[in-house]
């Protein structure tokens, strides 16, 4: 156990290094003033009740763009604008789910992103139940026909979200495999960990050629009945009202806004959240707090002086619905000089982990940035970082250096996607570790002359 | 702190002062047994699952009395019988909220039982928010005319569900008041203690003469939403749809049965729950598992042997609605032979209070049943029992002793009469604690020969 002089100590040597700055720009000392920050709390709680949820290609969407250019504005930041895009969009109809026998009830279900419709008189079939995806998987082709198919799973927490991968297939391919193999419709186990009877929408993907089937979420509780319901060897037959549509093209866009850098030489940091949310919540997890995050520390470095490299925010729109924002982005600034990419989507629980992914001229940046997130406890990962979805096409196509600093995923599909993504699920005091965690990163990467160029891509 | 030894030598004095019993009815050894019990969750699961939501008067009640008739003959108990009566029945229609201006967003929102109807084109009007019922009180009458009331509340949770009494009757009066004040409809903040999207509903009443308005609990992250737009100073404009009808009398009905005892003279134990359920949930917790508390209980002992008094079953109908049951079960068995009620209707949560409403030739008893309860973690309270609310019309009639055997509430109103209350609420362990107490009590009384006249009224 370091003694509290060693940690000083420590403390006194990172503040030296960066001592010739031009700035006010000493990591520890805005680390410190960001554990103070009010401004992410305001943007969460902001964006949250003024606007609400607000779906890509919709006017709440919209409306969101023009709450985030004012916000932007009035916060300080330059060249605030919005940047549209029209992509393809999917609304919600009616939603319902009933066991007509051998137990009826209703279920609390909801419709998938692009799930197709039962029509307004629904479907009344029997459910055929797939304890996990490979079960589905191995149902013969055609054994479907006329059927609902029901996709169970064991997803459980974990810290940095793994499950969700693990499990999240049952949404993402189940759909499709169900549609290829006859099924008139599919319900899944929602992908969450929770125990609310609030079903946890996203989108799924079908093939083209594949026709959408409709496609349901039930809530965790819903599903552990309908589960119940068979280990009692009887048959059961459901009917299922789901009729979303899509209605074609919608502008979109997204919201840029920069705090420019002394030295235009120097490739510029984009951190990156999203805009949009799903329709069930008002999307303050997901992501009212990574655009919260990132712009509440560039304010802080704003506040302190002018860095050497531009700083430039994406609060990307149609995040969840197929992450045409982050698309649109990448090709219309692909000949802007980018230097590195972050992005802060994952909740507003603590950072734990901090992962780089950095050519080999910047290993004593990583290097310092490791040492300065040590008080906020955060320790270095051993992976390399690969960055949010919004900056995937930035950084394919610049090849840009990446730091993921990654917050604690335990209680976030608890929520996610769910009504329940609401402003009191922020816990203002770890949002403020968020906000002290980027601080300190945009102050050295900001004011580093280091080379980030990453090697060609073999 | 007492010693193993100190212990173990009052359990065993215990234990040599019912030595005596023709049955195997030792309190302790039973309490143990019931520590093990399985019975009280199968009942619980099997409610939840085969019936599912329960709501007075309407066919799933039916099929309720129908699965808890056929459960109760199967645990062996006698009569099992259900005596039906007639009651008004309320059902909830279409339900939706949505802010107009400022801030256009959905809010997630129930109808009140006994709620009148927007009609289906729903009222849009102007909110006045009243941050406490003393708020809307204080209102000037006639201020409210054709406008939405919105009553707010601070309802914390309390171990002993006393912030329900403090807190609830912004739900239980509050709409008869903004009714009378003019108001063309109220909503409020959900009698409830979570912080999740799932309303609170329950009933409320206007007084005769009162024409029924809309009245609808909003979730509680969508109060505190609503709540936080009034902060900004702005006018709130909201549209309400809610369809709820009057349906007039239908059917409900009590389940009874009972464990007959050797000495028919010796007045008879009656141990009650209510069968209905609000139709939003299961019902698991409120109140599946004070029928699978007592009933599971009373087939320990049974199990054990036959006591001296009868333990008479009451499953009662229609208690959320207005205690049609309880009052039907008053009436029709005042002529019955009772000594003493107890009720099982506040979750499945451990109990960690017992009290009692004796008369002082049944002092002993009390006593007896104070120390065999020690090893459960359960205190004595200084307040006199006064019963659950399906027995209240027999304790009236007769004059009944009572035992109240108290849950703790500390998380029941996050649940209480909304959605979430589903089976995966129940804590098998803390569900045990309940059965093994209840085995005790029964144990003990069941056997007693105590006077149990109450004196007579003043």
Known sequence: MKTLSTLLAGVTALSLSTATLANDHDPMALQAKALQDDVAYDIVEGLTTEVGPRQAGTEAEARARNWAVAKLNALGFSNVRSEAYLMPTWIRGKETAAVVSPFPQALAITALGNSGSTGDKGLTAEVVYFPTLADLVAAPDGSLTGKIAFVSHEMKPTQDGSSYGAFGPARFVGPNIAAKKGAAAIIIRSAGTDHHRNPHTGNT???????????????????????????????????????????????SGNVIAELPGSDPSLGMIVIACHLDSWDLGTGAIDDASGCAITAAAAKQIMAAGQPKRTIRLLWAGAEEVGIWGGKAYGEAHTGDNHALAMESDFGADRIWRVEFNFPDSATSVAKEIEQALQPLAIGRGTQKASGGADVQSIIANNNLAIIDLQQDGTRYFDLHHTPDDTLDKIDPEQLRQNVAAWSTVLAIVANSDADFTMPAKQ
Chains 1, 2 share one sequence.
């Open 205 to 251: 993907n079908f093939e083209a050629g594949v026709t959408p089937i409709p496609a349901g979420a039930l809530s965790i509780p819903d599903a552990e009945n309908l589960a119940r319901m068979f280990a009692r060897g009887k048959a059961v037959k459901l009917k299922l009202v789901l009729t979303p549509q899509n209605i074609g093209q919608q502008q």
